[in-house]
């Protein structure tokens, strides 16, 4: 290299020194660029729950790319809608509500096209959750977030509050980073359909006790740390092994079937319901204090009682009906067994009563039953 400077005037040997000062700093930027993405690859590779994901993927680009403001939406099941999942730099009451169509408005016709697009905030008025930070102007980008080929599963968003716009680099390295994050959360989706399966009861498709259990634990959990209530009911079937025995056991598993799914229709979104054996149910309702988890048991304890289940006219009474149990936390109990076994308790009252009727956990504590065998 000396060999082949000598002989050259000032003015080439300045051009010669501007040209090494530019591929040096090329490559320091190509390195840092590397570096960024072995660092989300690195951190996204960490965990398989979505959950976590999420935190992870935002706090990795916050840290990694110098982004302030953004917020990843991804596709509902079979719908045509791009619900929030998370978000970094804003507030929540932002966000109350954001979804997007797609093919409709700057956010949906990302996840339409599958390509890129900028924009100014500002152009987009209050149809953004960046419309009142630092006046709402700024560039933003939307960058979809593609497996295989071509399969949009979401849309990355982020904006510039201060008006400075998004590079080239910064263009690359977002669709790199989206490739990156869209690979984790589509392998976090197939591991965590993978492990519900092994929670899934194979009859009636109901959650099974392994699973009850450990939502239960979290969901105390959760009210302890908050002061939260939750109820648990116990439900069961009525004379069923006369059922099995007069209709066989083909039957039985039909009316198994047809007792979950209406069960399951007359239960919220945040409700749990699971097998918990045999003829057997249990229902989690996070956050719903004695009362009012009474009112879902009754509503249960009818829906049951009017279904027509061929058969059914051989049992006392001339249908299917079950008889409830009921307990509260922290009220009748403090921990996961001890609040399975309280509505347990009151579940068996109930039998001994006659069958078809809601019992509390309460009721028992009043001193509204005598010492309980199971029949």
């Known amino acids: 290299m000396t060999e082949d400077l000598k002989g050259l005037d000032r003015d080439a040997l300045l051009a010669h020194a501007e040209d090494l000062t530019r591929r040096n ?6 390195v840092v660029e590397l570096y960024t993405l072995y660092n989300v690859s690195r951190n996204l590779s960490v965990s398989l729950q979505l959950d976590e994901l999420f935190r992870i993927a935002m706090d990795t680009i916050a840290s990694s790319m110098g ?3 953004f917020f990843m939406t991804l596709l509902e099941g079979e719908t045509d809608e791009l ?95 989206g490739g990156q994050v869209a690979n984790a959360i589509h392998k976090a989706r197939i591991y965590q359909q ?14 099974n006790r392994r699973y009850l259990f450990e939502r239960l634990e979290k969901e105390i959990e959760r009210g302890r740390r908050y002061a939260r209530s939750l109820s648990l009911l116990v439900l069961d079937i009525d004379h069923f092994k006369q059922f099995n025995d007069s209709q066989g056991h083909l039957a039985g598993d039909d009316a198994l079937r047809v007792v979950s799914d209406t069960m399951q229709q007359g239960l919220r979104k945040p409700d749990l319901l699971a097998r918990f054996g045999g003829e057997e149910f249990v229902v989690l309702l996070p956050e719903t204090m004695a009362a009012p988890a009474r009112a879902v048991a009754e509503k249960l304890r009818r829906l049951v009682a009017g279904l027509e289940v061929a058969g059914s006219e051989a049992l006392p009474g001339g249908k299917l009906t079950v008889t409830v149990g009921v307990a509260t936390f ?32 309460a009721e028992l504590a009043d001193g509204g039953t005598q010492e309980l065998e199971r029949p």
């Open 330 to 361: 922290p009220d009748d109990a403090s921990e996961a067994l001890l609040l399975i076994s309280e509505a347990d308790r009151a579940l068996y009252e109930g039998k001994r009563r006659g069958r078809d009727v809601v019992v509390s956990a």
């Open 67 to 69: 982004v302030e403001q």
């Open 25 to 30: 700093g090329e490559l320091e930027r190509r």
């Open 194 to 207: 993978t492990q519900e399966l092994s929670y899934r009861d194979a009859l009636t498709g109901l959650f």
């Open 83 to 177: 619900l929030l999942q998370a978000y970094h730099g804003l507030q929540e009451d932002q966000l109350v509500d954001l979804r997007f169509r797609v093919g409709e408005g700057f956010v949906g016709r990302v996840a339409s096209s599958g390509e890129m697009a900028i924009a100014d905030a500002g152009e987009l008025g209050t149809a953004h959750p960046f419309h009142d930070a630092a006046g709402g102007t700024g560039p933003l980008l939307a960058q979809p977030l593609t497996v295989g080929e071509d399969q949009v599963i979401g849309v990355l968003v982020a904006h510039k509050p201060s008006g400075e716009p998004f590079g080239d680099r910064e263009l690359g390295l977002f669709r790199e980073v």
